[in-house]
């Protein structure tokens, strides 16, 4: 098994990669399990120039020459992703904000279905709820539910109670993942069948056309998988009544 974890904190041997390298020791104690680091400081992924070309027409349309492919190729190698933030202002950091903005076409066309998600925040101790929420919304990346770590890491010596605390917490979250790792692809639950018939449906649209092009041949969901009939039969109604609340943003002639 290989984990990437990502660590958007600009400090190299902060809180962040500390918690996420106490995850890594405890993963490893369960099994064969192989991390490997991504800085986000350190990788050549400039910021987003808001030109839309991915989401529009194309990832490949995108203007930035930089690695962002060598690390969507990354993710796609690795079975498990660890992304680390240190809450900055009640949210993620810059770094993994961008790093999130620079992926924005997974939103439209997700892939990652392949790879589990574990999100980490660590805090001095607010914003963590805020952060993990976020963060967890990447699950419409493809990865399904991710499993979810938060610690707070107080600019005081610890007391011996919150580090039996931490301590504890890490572990157990690290051998959810640990279990999480060894799951196959699970069939879509509802919102998720929904998500996919929402993005098909609003595909056809044709104002999109690289979404238009990635759906036009998936008709079932975004890979083979069965849908029970139930699933099949409440879907259309509720788009139905999504797309009535969304009457006033149809687009006028
Ligand atoms: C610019 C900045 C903003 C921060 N904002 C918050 C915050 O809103 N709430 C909080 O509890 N801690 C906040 N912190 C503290 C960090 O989240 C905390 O120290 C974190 O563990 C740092 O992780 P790192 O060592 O991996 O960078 C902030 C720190 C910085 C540098």
Not at 52 to 59: D, L, P, S, Y
Not at 98 to 126: C, E
Not at 130 to 141: A, F, G, H, P
Request: charged fraction near 30%.
């Amino acid at each position: 098994m290989k984990v990437l974890a990502i660590i958007g904190s600009p400090k190299k041997k902060g809180n962040s990669y500390n918690a996420t390298r106490e995850v890594e020791e405890r993963m490893k104690q369960l099994g064969n399990v192989e991390f490997e680091y991504l800085f986000l400081k350190d990788v050549d992924l400039k910021m987003c120039s808001g030109c839309f070309n991915c989401v529009k027409k194309g990832e490949e349309l995108c203007p930035i020459k930089d690695n962002r492919t060598e690390i969507e190729n990354k993710i796609f190698e690795s079975d498990g992703i660890i992304l680390a933030s240190p809450v900055y202002c009640e949210n993620v950091s810059g770094l993994m904000k961008n790093f999130i903005d620079r992926f924005s076409f997974v939103f439209h066309r997700p892939r990652f279905f392949d790879q589990k998600l574990m999100v980490l925040a660590t805090s001095a101790g607010g914003g963590l709820k805020e952060t993990l929420d976020y963060l967890k919304k990447l699950q419409i990346w493809g990865f399904g539910t991710p499993v979810e770590l938060s610690v707070a890491t107080p600019p005081w010596p610890h007391s011996d109670a919150l580090q039996e605390k931490n301590r504890k917490n890490i572990n157990k979250v690290a051998e959810k993942f640990y279990q999480k790792l060894q799951e196959g692809r699970p069939s879509p639950n509802f919102m998720q069948y929904m998500h996919f018939r929402f993005l098909k449906e609003t595909s056809k649209l044709g104002y999109l056309p690289a979404d238009l092009e990635f759906y036009k041949d998936k008709d079932v969901y975004f890979y083979d998988t069965k849908i029970s009939p139930l699933k099949k039969i409440f879907a259309p109604v509720i788009m139905k009544f999504a797309f009535f609340m969304m009457r006033d943003m149809e687009p006028k002639n």
